[in-house]
């Protein structure tokens, strides 16, 4: 069964330009939720799709949005980069029922703002 | 907010010695897991516990769900290099808490062959 796949690995971005990052899920998987992980603040959860609705929403700004697929792909998009939003974006899967639920989360993909 | 206080911070052991970490909260979870990540790789579970007093196993791992559902601790055995990374604990509050966890600070764990 494959794990939970996030592309691209990689991204180097300048100030004020967006980007969009995806997510694909583990098979039979209809929840995805988006981390943010800095040295600094740690794991910081970002938002969390299940049947393409967004259920639940941590304190970020909303530069920050996602959106999912009728596939249960998710995509994350960032606006008007600033530096401070280098950092290393996880997405984690689960079956979505809310209770006794296991994340099992992606390779991440690290962005860098210059 | 909620927030998980995770010790050590670091630990430094020789191969063949066993580890234990642990978590406290002051709040109450329904779920804790622990988590393991290496450098450049997103966390990997290891163990998830559901019941207070719940203590589950994995190889030379085992980790609690402590009563009062506010703490947890993992523990190592015999430990070899391949056990190098940081290690999370996590906490989800069930049914309200869509994808939602509290993770820990992390424990980095260093092992000397």
């Known amino acids: 069964k494959a794990g939970v796949t996030q592309t691209p690995r990689y991204l180097i971005k300048t100030r004020g330009q967006q980007v969009t990052l995806s997510c694909s899920p583990i098979?039979?998987?209809?929840?995805v939720s988006w981390y943010q992980q800095t040295p600094g603040q740690g794991l910081q959860f970002l938002f969390e799709?299940?049947?393409?609705?967004?259920?639940n929403k941590g304190n970020f700004p909303g530069r920050f949005s996602g959106r999912q697929f009728s596939n249960s792909r998710s995509e994350m998009n960032v606006s008007t980069l600033e530096l401070g939003d280098s950092a290393l974006y996880l997405c984690?899967?689960?079956?979505?029922?809310?209770?006794?639920?296991?994340?099992?989360f992606g390779s991440g993909t690290q962005l860098s703002v210059l | 907010g909620q927030q998980l206080n995770q010790s050590p911070q670091s630990m430094f052991i020789q191969e063949g010695e066993d580890v234990s970490m642990n978590c406290t909260s002051s709040?109450?979870?329904?779920?804790w897991l622990w988590y393991k990540q290496e450098p450049g790789e997103g966390p990997v579970l290891l163990i998830a516990?559901?019941?207070?007093?719940e203590l589950t196993s994995n190889g030379r791992l085992t980790a609690q769900f402590g009563i009062t559902r506010k703490d947890s601790f993992l523990n190592i055995s015999a430990s070899i290099p391949s056990d190098v990374g940081i290690y999370f604990c996590?906490?989800?509050?069930?049914?309200?808490?869509?994808?939602?966890?509290?993770f820990g600070q992390g424990t980095i764990l260093t092992v000397h062959p």
């Open positions: 516990l559901y019941k207070a007093g």
């Open positions: 709040s109450i979870f329904n779920t």
């Open positions: 996590a906490g989800q509050i069930s049914g309200t808490s869509y994808g939602k966890l509290t």
């Open positions: 984690a899967s689960s079956l979505g029922s809310g209770a006794d639920e296991k994340l099992f």
């Open positions: 098979s039979g998987h209809r929840s």
């Open positions: 799709y299940f049947s393409e609705t967004q259920r």
